[in-house]
């Protein structure tokens, strides 16, 4: 069975460019899950989707930050104009539900320069 | 918000068992803690969730205090594969909305 699918895996985009990636989670899995982590930290929730609806984006910047997951499967998160402090590797999880284990994709390291 | 908190590292040798706290005082009523296991370059990955007392798999133990307000994850025997970075994930109280927090990280080195 294949994993949680991440494009691309890496990005380098000057300041105040748009970027956009995108996640394919395990199918049947209804909890899709975006994370930023930064080096030598522990993943940072940006945003929690339980089907089609955000349940839980109070920790995603909604000033340059957004996301969707159209028709309950793939998603995708968008930052618009870019910042330097935006360098992070961006994670996206499933879950058959949130009260079951995270299947991470292998994330997609973003440098903005 | 309150944090959950790692230490930030761990040496063992091989064959040893690895005793791994993660502190979260602040965690919610009715959730799961759960522990991922990270390489370089790569997604976490699960381990092993429980709710209170003891949960066992085939690759490790979570203690649970009555309280949870901690837990730890036990590596037995353990090889230098295992070396990586150890994440505990709980979701803190935070009045109207619980957050999710993944702690600190443990950098656990196994020698040979």
Request: charge should be neutral; hydrophobic fraction near 30%.
């Amino acid at each position: 069975e294949a994993g949680v699918v991440q494009s691309p895996r890496y990005k380098i985009i000057e300041k105040k460019q748009p970027v956009a990636f995108w996640c394919n989670p395990i199918s049947g899995h209804n909890t899709l899950y975006w994370y930023l982590q930064n080096l030598g930290q522990g993943p940072e929730l940006l945003i929690r989707y339980e089907n089609e609806e955000a349940v839980d984006d109070s920790q995603l910047p909604k000033d340059r930050f957004s996301a969707e997951r159209l028709k309950g499967v793939d998603s995708t998160l968008k930052i618009q104009p870019a910042e330097l402090g935006d360098s992070a590797v961006y994670l996206c999880a499933s879950s058959l539900s949130r009260d079951y284990e995270q299947y991470f994709g292998p994330g997609t390291r973003l440098t903005v320069t | 918000l309150a944090k959950t908190t790692q230490p930030i590292s761990m040496d063992s040798y091989e064959g040893q068992e690895v005793n791994i706290t993660c502190s979260h005082n602040n965690i919610a009523t009715n959730d799961y803690i759960t522990w991922y296991q990270q390489f370089p370059s790569q997604g976490p990955r699960f381990i092993i969730q429980g709710y209170k007392t003891k949960v066992t798999n085939e690759v490790a133990s979570l203690f649970i205090p009555a309280d949870r307000k901690s837990s730890t994850l036990s590596l037995p025997r353990v090889s230098l594969s295992d070396t990586a970075v150890y994440y505990c994930l709980v979701r803190n109280y935070g009045g109207a909305t619980n957050k999710l927090i993944f702690g600190t990280g443990t950098l656990l080195a196994v020698q040979p």
